[in-house]
């Protein structure tokens, strides 16, 4: 079945470090991929989305790029804030399966 | 501003004593999903609602069942809680099933069992 593999956190970072945090994905059909922010206590919120090869998301500083050829949807920001302290989520979604297919989620820490 | 609102934010239930969860929108969107995040863990698809269409989740357990009275409002009910359905609660909604849509999350009801 369709499937999500983050990089394991923990992540512990200083403030303006450069960012990334990998995501692959399996899926049988052709994704639609998603990253997802949860900020402690709260619900999902969307940061952003591609969806189709070579498609790149942004938002708020933070970049994705979908590749097909290495099924990743790596996400990346040049400078981290300590308001960026969150747990992030990697999806997907595809045609006919109506349902999102989240990674394990990655803990990330910013320290000022 | 557009929404989705759960209610209430917090809710604690005594062992096999039924609970409902409520989850409105504003965003009058078609379809209306339920998940169960546990402690770490990423959530997981409990069922959904396509306008009135009910789609349950092969794994889904028949202790959870789901109502949805009209376009705003869906309720997740808990038959008989166990200590294991202890969990943050997600409503989330999207404008249709295509893979393409994004889905937006309400801020979780978080479920203590007791």
């Known amino acids: 079945g369709d499937s999500v593999t983050q990089m394991e956190g923990p992540v512990t970072l200083s403030e303006e470090a450069f960012l990334t945090i990998n995501c692959t994905y399996t899926?049988?059909?052709?994704?639609?991929l998603f990253w997802y922010v949860q900020y402690p206590g709260e619900g999902l919120q969307l940061l952003l989305k591609a969806t189709k090869a070579d498609d790149k998301g942004s938002n708020k500083g933070f970049e994705a790029t979908y590749r097909k050829e290495t099924t990743s949807f790596h996400l990346e920001k040049g400078s981290v804030q300590v308001s960026d302290s969150a747990v992030y989520f990697c999806?997907?979604?595809?045609?006919?399966?109506?349902?999102?297919?989240f990674g394990q989620g990655t803990r990330l820490t910013i320290n000022p | 501003d557009a929404m989705v609102i759960q209610n209430p934010r917090y809710q604690v239930t005594q062992f096999g004593k039924p609970v409902t969860l409520s989850c409105s929108q504003t965003l009058n969107h078609n379809v209306m999903y339920w998940y169960q995040q546990k402690s770490s863990q990423a959530p997981k698809l409990l069922f959904h609602y396509y306008d009135k269409d009910f789609n349950n989740e092969a794994d889904t357990p028949d202790n959870f069942q789901s109502r949805r009275p009209n376009t705003s409002f869906c309720f997740l009910d808990i038959r008989s809680p166990g200590l294991g359905d202890a969990a943050m609660y997600l409503c989330?909604?999207?404008?249709?099933?295509?893979?393409?849509?994004?889905?937006?999350f309400g801020p979780g009801t978080r479920l203590t069992v007791l």
């Open positions: 999806a997907l979604n595809t045609p006919g399966a109506q349902k999102l297919v």
């Open positions: 899926a049988t059909g052709y994704p639609s």
């Open positions: 989330a909604t999207s404008p249709g099933v295509s893979s393409t849509d994004t889905q937006y």
